[in-house]
């Protein structure tokens, strides 16, 4: 599959989810366990890509500043820094220790 | 409210159009994404999984699944805003995280219809300029790994995550989910360590059945 049409079938089904909560009757997503199915799938994903995108290099695991990105980042959160600040820094942290190292 | 709202989530756009850039995306492709599927997750995913070196059918895929919780929005707005005709078609690309978190803050109807319009008509308009100009730099930058761009990747899912683990249960879910893909990394083909997290988490939110049972079960779950 190509990337244009990964990103036209991806928007087309991603519009067709949103619009199904208008047009289908409210019984049939309206039960508490579609809720906490979404939000688990929500949060399994995000949790995923996070590590995938600190560790993975191919199909393999390597730590590298992208880890110095994540602590910092961490730190940011915790520290209740703007979504914006946080990814900066993220960049900047990553960008240092490939700098000194 | 709307507004405050909307210009924040606009930022956000700024880091997904220079990661989407960074991660192989034309410019064309990236106005796309943040045009025509309008969801922030669902893109953040689109392009991390690209980034990662899955192929374009992973990334549709995760993308898919970030956006199932929207049609549990668009049924609570449906019942709450009732929009007719046109309105229901407009509304239902809209229908994301801050406009309907936006909506459900106010209490009189009219409020409730105003904070969901203004925050997600306004949010997809600055998403998209933002978006523009983040691809536009992110493009303009070269080397994204030279300036820590994958850094701010990690960066972003890490905040994108950040507010959602609030309780004792999503931080366990969050751990296992971690631990499963770094497992699953080695394993199986770029793209679907995401999609096994994608089924740990469905698994997990139709089987833990209420909250308490789910904190027990997580104090298990987490190392």
Known sequence: MSLWLAILVGA??????????YAVPARWLNNPR??????AITVALLSALTVMNTFASGTALVLDARLAALAVAALALWAR??????VVLGAVSAGAVRWWT | MGL???????LYGVSFGALAV?????VGQTMALSLLMFTGGSQFAFIGVIAGGGVPSAALGAAALLGVRNAVYAMQMNHMLQPQGWRKWLAAQVTI??????AAGQTALDEQRRGFW???????VLWNLFTFVGAWLG????????WGLDGAAVAAFLGLLWPRLRQREPVALAVLSGVVTALALPQLPPGLPILVAAAVGAAWGWWMPDRAAASAGAEGAAP
């Open chain 1, 12 to 21: 087309a089904v991603t519009y067709l989810t949103k619009l199904s909560g």
């Open chain 1, 34 to 39: 579609m809720t906490r199915v979404a939000g």
């Open chain 1, 81 to 86: 820094l703007p979504f914006l600040l946080v």
């Open chain 2, 4 to 10: 405050s709202i909307a210009t924040a989530t606009g």
């Open chain 2, 22 to 26: 960074a991660a192989g995306l034309t």
């Open chain 2, 97 to 102: 995280d801050e406009s309907t978190a936006t």
């Open chain 2, 118 to 124: 203004v925050a997600g008509l306004g949010i997809f």
């Open chain 2, 139 to 146: 493009d303009a930058l070269g080397d994204p790994r030279r």
